[in-house]
């Protein structure tokens, strides 16, 4: 059914009832599950944390407190606008619903940044967790795991939500195995928890906040939910609350862990290198590391799997958008008949994001901070203007404390941000600039192009 082009500055257009679209079969606990998976504690703990550790030292832990605080008020911004519009656009639909479009298509652009590039680097590490068992490039590990999780993104959302559950159970138990070795073997004083130290140099507070960056990409995964805000029943009231348990649930798993290896470690000068296997090994034996290594990779492929769910809910919401020229929009909006997926913005993703994990992870992984903190300022700013009189709709959850909350947010991310580095700030721009001279010379002239779409709830 054609769709009937809506003014490019007012609010959310309604879905057209014609088309297929996705299916609602989900609640707080499936979406808990996909979400928490999405955070992926034991791969984050063990791909993304040994460089913060790097880094950082000591001060990791710090850090990570710190940024999950920070989340607390990003959370309170992605419920409030994740309920007033709930699509799988996630932010660029709320933004573009608050703001205007061409601030949607913006914020769009930084979380396709974050869709091409994290799962790659995820995949990439499940290299050295299966080392155990077989020797295969981290390249070719990182595309097989992104081809396998791409076939999984197919199937009902409904049974991935339990796969993942079953993945997610087994990355907890080796979180709380690596918890309690190390909480049995400390050596540390916990003052060096708030006395942040690298080797016998000592860290400042701005390097700990500079290094929030990372530290947001750690716990970052709770904003799936508003990706599948169409898949949830009822998701004005579901998408809070698996927001806030997601949060919550992924910062005690996250953290415990990495007090516990801090805590752990002979002296700060340890963790610039740390391996965190072989803590466990030396900790227990190499069974128990070899155990917890296939733990640690299940986690990694559990972890792509929501992503790939994820990213193609994205790719497929922009195309039901019309954000590409029309025989794009058609390709990438259709629906299996039989498991209610996007299966061509699955394969799209999913394939792409396999061909990446032969690109130098270091090229990828330089813009990723930056890329999550800007969107998360995208959110944030466009929390301010939530609760204007076009937006006043009946059962929106509203945080508290607002306009405070998102204020404080805004200030706190827009430090963080020109704490990185001019070269990461710089491609990120870049990307920024092609995306404005793509909307100015096709998006703008065109007022049936890029209106965000709301399915009716039912």
């Not at 707080?28 to 992926?40: F, Q």
């Not at 993945?167 to 709380?176: K, P």
């Not at 340890?270 to 990779?297: E, H, K, P, Q, R």
Request: aromatic share 8%.
């Amino acid at each position: 059914m054609p769709r009937t082009p809506a003014p490019p500055e007012t609010g959310p257009a309604t879905a057209p009832a014609g088309p297929r679209t996705l299916t609602r079969s989900i609640g707080v606990g499936g979406g808990t599950l996909l979400t928490l998976s999405c955070v992926t504690p034991a791969s984050s703990l063990f791909v993304l944390v040994p460089p913060l550790f790097a880094d950082l030292g000591t001060g990791t832990a710090l850090a990570i407190a710190l940024a999950v605080l920070l989340c607390v008020g990003i959370a309170f911004c992605y419920s409030e606008l994740g309920t007033l519009v709930p699509s799988a656009g996630g932010e660029y639909a709320m933004v573009t619903t608050v703001a205007n479009r061409f601030a949607g298509w913006l914020t769009f652009m930084l979380s396709f940044i974050v869709i091409l590039v994290v799962p790659p680097i995820i995949a990439i590490g499940v290299a050295g967790y299966v080392a155990a068992v077989a020797d295969i490039n981290p390249s070719v590990a990182g595309a097989l795991v992104m081809l396998a999780s791409t076939v999984m993104g197919l199937l009902n959302l409904r049974s991935n939500a339990w796969i993942t559950g079953i993945f997610l159970v087994i990355e907890v138990v080796a979180i709380f195995v690596v918890s309690l070795l190390g909480f049995t073997h400390t050596t540390q004083s916990p003052a060096v928890l708030v006395e942040p130290s690298l080797g016998t140099s000592g860290i400042g507070l701005i390097a700990v906040v500079a290094g929030l960056a990372v530290a947001l990409f750690v716990v970052q995964g709770f904003s799936t939910a508003v990706y599948l805000a169409e898949e949830m029943r009822e998701p004005r009231k579901t998408v809070a609350r698996t927001v806030f348990w997601t949060l919550g649930i992924s910062a005690l798993v996250i953290l415990v862990p990495v007090v516990a290896v801090t805590l752990a470690v002979p002296d700060a000068a340890a963790l610039a290198g740390v391996d965190l296997t072989a803590l466990v090994i030396g900790w227990s034996n190499a069974g128990v590391g070899a155990a917890i290594s296939l733990c640690i990779a299940a986690a990694i492929v559990n972890a792509v799997i929501v992503m790939v769910i994820q990213n193609s809910r994205v790719l497929y919401a922009s195309a039901r958008d019309q954000a590409w020229p029309a025989p794009v929009n058609r390709a990438m909006s259709v629906v299996s008949e039989r498991f209610g997926a996007p299966w061509v913005a699955t394969l799209v993703v999913g394939l792409s994001e396999a061909v990446l994990c032969f690109v130098p992870v270091d090229t990828l992984s330089g813009v990723t901070g930056v890329a999550v903190v800007a969107l998360y300022l995208s959110v944030a700013a466009a929390a301010l203007g939530a609760r204007r009189a076009a937006h006043r709709k009946p059962h929106v959850w509203r945080m508290p404390a607002w306009p405070v909350v998102p204020v404080l947010a805004v200030a706190a991310l827009a430090y963080v941000l020109v704490e990185q580095s001019a070269l990461d700030l710089g491609i990120t721009a870049g990307v920024l600039v092609v995306s404005a001279l793509y909307w100015w010379g096709y998006l703008r002239r065109r007022p049936e192009r890029w209106v965000v779409t709301v399915p009716r709830e039912e």
